[in-house]
């Protein structure tokens, strides 16, 4: 049974730029959420997609976007990067059972911007 | 929003007890989790409370009370490999994001 998957594992990115990050959910999971974790820090909730919908959004500029596509996967996306954004952007999935909804944490990716 | 405490650091000998204790205040409240997070790894799923009282798993158990907005985590005969940090993240009431503390760094000596 794979778990949650993310790619890539690692980004360099300078200033300005955009990056795309990935996540495939645990099987059987329909519900993603990101979230950014700076070092040192717990993680801050980005926002979380369930059919393909953002369902709630946590305290981030819109330069922060997403997408959840039929299969479940899902992708965050930033635009005009700042060095702020240098974190550890991890994605969880999870299956709503009767309000007992537990949340998976994929790898992460550790994003460097310069 | 939630605020959410717990101790920046703690330290124990192998084979001993930790407790890791965290606070919360919240409007709603629709439970609490525990994760673990070694250096550099996603965190993992430790336990889950929603009501009140002890939730035991192997070495690991969590407590929980809603009145007083408290949890513990108890970690018991410490292992090296449970040098870790610990994240509690509550869920309020038709919420669906966790909120997370800043973590709890458990240094496990020889």
């Known amino acids: 049974d794979a778990g949650v998957t993310q790619s890539p594992t690692h980004l360099i990115k300078t200033r300005g730029q955009q990056v795309t990050l990935r996540c495939s959910p645990k099987?059987?999971?329909?519900?993603v959420s990101w979230y950014q974790q700076a070092l040192g820090q717990g993680p801050q909730f980005i926002f979380q997609?369930?059919?393909?919908?953002?369902?709630q959004r946590g305290n981030f500029p819109d330069r922060f976007s997403g997408h959840q596509f039929p299969n479940y996967s899902s992708e965050l996306n930033v635009n005009a990067l700042l060095l702020g954004d240098s974190a550890l952007y991890l994605c969880?999935?999870?299956?709503?059972?009767?309000?007992?909804?537990?949340?998976?944490f994929g790898p992460g990716t550790r994003l460097l911007v310069l | 929003g939630q605020n959410i405490d717990q101790p920046t650091e703690m330290t124990a000998t192998e084979g001993a007890i930790v407790q890791i204790n965290c606070t919360y205040q919240?409007?709603?409240?629709?439970?609490l989790f525990w994760y673990q997070q070694h250096a550099g790894e996603a965190p993992t799923f430790l336990s889950y409370?929603?009501?009140?009282g002890l939730e035991e798993k192997g070495r690991f158990s969590s407590f929980l009370s809603r009145s007083k907005g408290y949890s513990y985590l108890l970690l018991k005969e410490l292992q090296m490999k449970d040098s870790a940090s610990y994240l509690c993240?509550?869920?309020?009431?038709?919420?669906?994001?966790?909120?997370f503390g800043a973590g709890t760094t458990v240094t496990v000596r020889a």
């Open positions: 993240a509550v869920r309020d009431q038709d919420d669906y994001k966790l909120s």
């Open positions: 099987s059987g999971h329909d519900t």
């Open positions: 997609y369930y059919e393909e919908e953002e369902r």
């Open positions: 409370n929603v009501l009140d």
């Open positions: 969880a999935s999870s299956l709503r059972l009767g309000g007992k909804e537990t949340q998976y």
């Open positions: 919240t409007s709603g409240f629709n439970g």
